[in-house]
DNA sequence: CGCGTGATTGAAACCCTTCAAGTTTAGTGG
DNA sequence: CCACTAAACTTGAAGGGTTTCAATCACGCG
C-alpha cells in the first residue's frame, strides 16, 4: 500500500477535470452553471484501499470517480463480502438507500487505487436541475441507463455459466481486470476465486 | 385461455383508477393535471397470455398495471425463456433499451392475467414534469428505488442458494406465487422447474 | 375421453464449492 | 540487495447442489 499521493489540486482547473467535462461535453451544464454549484462539490484524493462509506453510516453524498478506482461491496449474511461493482474514471457511484431514505448504507465504498474523487452534494441534482433545463433530463437518462446495466447484469447471472459470465465481463469492462485482484473479479461474477482460477487456465489452453 | 373480458370501462371514472390514486395519493399529480395529460394515456384491456411488445420491437409506451399481471422474458442465447420480472397491480413496466436509445426492444413483455393495463406515452414524465413541480423528483425516486431492488436481487444471485432465494422470493412477493406458473418463478430464480420442484418438497418436509 | 401443458420424481452427469496444500508475488526489514 | 512474510493465486481431491434427460403423474379444456 502506497500513500505517495500528495496534494497537487492547485494545479488541477476545473476545466481540466473529467466531472467537468462529463457534464459540459454533454450540454448540461456551462462554466457559469459550475460556477454557481460550487459549494456542492468538493475534490478530494484518496489513498488507495481507504473506505469513502461503511455499512451503518449515512451517505450524505454521492461520488464522481475523477481518477482511480472504487468498489462497492456488501456483507452477505454468511459474513462474506460480495462485490456490487466498480466505478472507474467517469463514474457515479451512490448508495440510495442512504440518500433517499435516510436508511443507515448497506454497502461498503472504497478506493482500489489511489483516487480523486468529487465528493457531490446530495442536493446537487435538484439545484442543478434548476439551473439548467437538460439536466433534469440528462440525469434521468442515466438512471435508466444504469438500470439496464442491472438488467443484463441479472440476466448473465440467470443464464450463463462462470466461464461465459467472466469472458462477457472481460468483453464489457476490459480495463477493470487490469486494475482489480482476481478475488474481487470471482466476487463480481459470484464464484469462488479458486473456480475463476480454473477458469482462467481453461481458457489460456484453449487460445 | 379465456376472453372472458369485454370491454366494460365506460363504468370506471378516473378518480375510481388506480393510476389516478398512484400519482393523486402522493400528491404528485391532481386532477386537472391528470385530465391536460389525458392524451397522453390510454386504458386498456388485454386478454390473458396476450403480448404488449416483442422481441425486436420498438416500444413506444410505459406500461402500468391497472389490474392483472404481467411478465417481462427474454431470450438467451440458448434459445430459453429468462424471466425478467413480474408486475402486478401498481407497478410500471418499461422498456428503457427501446424508449431511450431507439433501439430495438429485447425483451418480451406480456400479460399473465385477463389485465388491464394503462399504456403511458413515453412522453408523458417530461410533459407531467412541466405541469407538476414535484412530478419530476417523484420520477427520479422511482427510478431509485427501482436500482435498489435490482441490486438486491443481484446480490441474491450472488450470495443465495436456490432455496433460500425461493424463500425470499416468497416474502418479498408473497402475493405473486399464487398468480404464477411455478415454471416461471424457476425461471425468474435462474433454477430450473425441476429443481424447484425439489426445493418446495424439501420445505413442505421441515414443517 | 384424450390431448397438452405443467408439476413431480429418479438417476446420472456436471459445474462449482470446499478444504487443504503448494506456489507465486509484492512489500518489509535486515 | 537479499531474505522474510503475508497475501494473492494456483492446484488437487472430495463433496454438494443443480442440471439434464426421461418417465410418470395431475389437471384443465376441447
Not at 473529467?18 to 450540454?27: A, T
Not at 473506505?51 to 449515512?58: F, M, V
Not at 439551473?131 to 440467470?158: A, H, P, T, W
Request: hydrophobic content about 35%; overall charge neutral; aromatic content about 14%.
Amino acid at each position: 500500500m502506497r500513500y505517495i499521493y500528495k496534494s497537487d489540486m492547485h494545479e488541477m482547473t476545473l476545466e481540466n477535470t473529467r466531472f467537468y467535462q462529463y457534464y459540459q461535453g454533454k450540454g448540461v451544464l456551462n462554466k457559469e452553471s459550475f460556477l454557481d454549484l460550487q459549494p456542492l462539490y468538493t475534490f478530494k484524493k484518496i489513498p488507495e484501499n481507504t473506505y469513502l462509506l461503511r455499512a451503518g453510516e449515512k451517505s450524505q453524498h454521492i461520488y464522481f470517480v475523477e481518477k482511480g478506482l472504487l468498489v462497492s461491496t456488501t456483507l452477505n449474511e454468511k459474513g462474506s463480502e460480495n462485490v456490487i461493482h466498480f466505478a472507474s474514471e467517469d463514474w457515479f457511484v451512490a448508495e440510495r438507500n442512504s440518500l433517499f431514505d435516510d436508511q443507515p448504507s448497506s454497502v461498503y465504498i472504497k478506493t482500489i487505487e489511489p483516487s480523486t474523487i468529487v465528493y457531490i452534494d446530495k442536493e446537487f441534482p435538484r439545484k442543478a436541475s434548476e439551473i439548467s433545463e437538460s439536466f433534469g433530463c440528462f440525469n434521468d437518462q442515466m438512471l435508466q441507463k444504469n438500470i439496464l446495466v442491472q438488467e443484463r447484469r441479472i440476466q448473465s447471472l440467470l443464464s450463463m455459466s462462470a466461464k461465459e459470465r467472466y469472458l462477457l465481463f472481460l468483453k464489457t469492462y476490459p480495463n477493470i481486470p487490469l486494475r482489480v485482484p482476481q478475488w474481487m473479479i470471482a466476487s463480481y461474477l459470484g464464484v469462488t476465486p479458486e473456480s475463476l482460477s480454473r477458469i482462467r487456465k481453461e481458457i489460456a489452453y484453449s487460445e
